[in-house]
């Protein structure tokens, strides 16, 4: 297999994918597999093998299982051996991957979360200074990159290597009393719906007439489900899985609605790129589907409100 057959391979797949979102995202798993497989087959033929155990990580969408047709690339590497060797290795892999997977038809991550990028490719030493380091900063961008990495989900290696990992970051979390901080710093919601009840849609632009879902509806959800998740120690990473494990009222119907949320999307975005596949053109969906996307976002809005208040309650 080559970096080109992927691209066939995924042109081929995604097709029937491409309306499931479970399906869709099983496929973004197994090309991003399939890439890994390459890129460390070529850096092993130029350099030898890995001289540590390793684990790769996927964040953002990818981490979360919640991938739309179009996604770019968010990853990191975790790495057993803190020589400047392995330091040199794991970097060179890192962006052999982001090489094929772009190649394959995944844009590169406008903010460097990249595992080329030495902030995101560290040693397990420098990885636990460093998520420390977040914590007790916990500055605003310190906080948000914490929340980037609780989103980490392994996909190739040692997948304990992430888990330990995160399970510190819970700890820090805790101890230094953060709930409130990491709250705080996802409480802005975009407003979706007006006073007079309408869907507020995009008034210029290219997305004009189309509703921003990714910040009016799939942040409150996404949003709560991580700060419970944190609040609980849990490992999970999507969002639907995490709802699932939490003691909250009426869980099942957030559940069903992120799930019809994440659907809509699939359906009815546009879909030509990464941007599109975050809005929603208002005309072309019925009376009926405008209604139902107004109780997705109200009950968003609610989980949000929910969880802000749990957390106060114990800050």
């Not at 819970?170 to 101890?175: F, I, M």
């Not at 507020?200 to 700060?227: C, D, Q």
Request: net charge positive; charged share 25%.
């Amino acid at each position: 297999m080559t970096y080109s057959g992927i691209t066939d391979y995924k042109k081929n797949h995604m097709r029937d994918a491409a309306k499931d979102h479970f399906k869709l995202n099983k496929l973004h798993d197994i090309l991003i597999k399939q890439v890994l497989d390459i890129s460390l087959k070529e850096v092993i033929a130029r350099y030898g093998p890995p001289p540590a155990a390793f684990s790769f990580f996927v964040m953002g969408s990818a981490g979360r299982f919640e991938q739309s047709i179009w996604s770019d690339q968010d990853h990191g590497i975790i790495y057993l051996d803190s020589t400047t060797e392995a330091k040199t290795y794991f970097l060179l892999l890192g962006k052999e991957i982001s090489k094929g997977l772009y190649q394959v038809g995944y844009p590169y991550c406008d903010g460097g979360v990249m595992a080329g990028n030495p902030f995101w490719c560290k040693s397990n030493t420098e990885w636990q200074k460093q998520v420390n380091s977040w914590a007790l900063d916990a500055s605003w961008e310190s906080l948000r990159y914490l929340l980037i990495f609780i989103d980490g989900r392994s996909i190739y290696g040692q997948h304990q290597l992430l888990e330990q990992l995160k399970s510190l970051v819970y700890q820090t979390v805790q101890k230094e009393q953060l709930l409130p901080r990491l709250t705080t710093n996802t409480l802005h919601i975009k407003k979706g719906i007006g006073v007079l009840g309408q869907l507020l849609v995009e008034t210029h632009g290219a997305h004009t007439g189309s509703l921003n879902i990714k910040e009016t509806a799939l942040f409150p959800y996404v949003n709560a489900a991580r700060l419970m998740a944190v609040k609980e120690n849990l490992q999970e990473t999507s969002t639907l899985s995490r709802l699932d494990k939490l003691q909250i009222d009426n869980r099942d119907l957030y559940k069903a609605m992120f799930l019809k949320l994440l659907n809509y999307r699939l359906l009815h975005a546009s879909q030509t790129d990464y941007d599109s596949g975050h809005y929603l053109p208002i005309d072309i969906l019925a009376k009926e589907q405008k209604n139902e996307l107004k109780d997705i976002i109200k009950h968003g809005v609610t989980l949000h409100q929910l969880v802000r208040k749990l957390v106060e309650k114990e800050g």
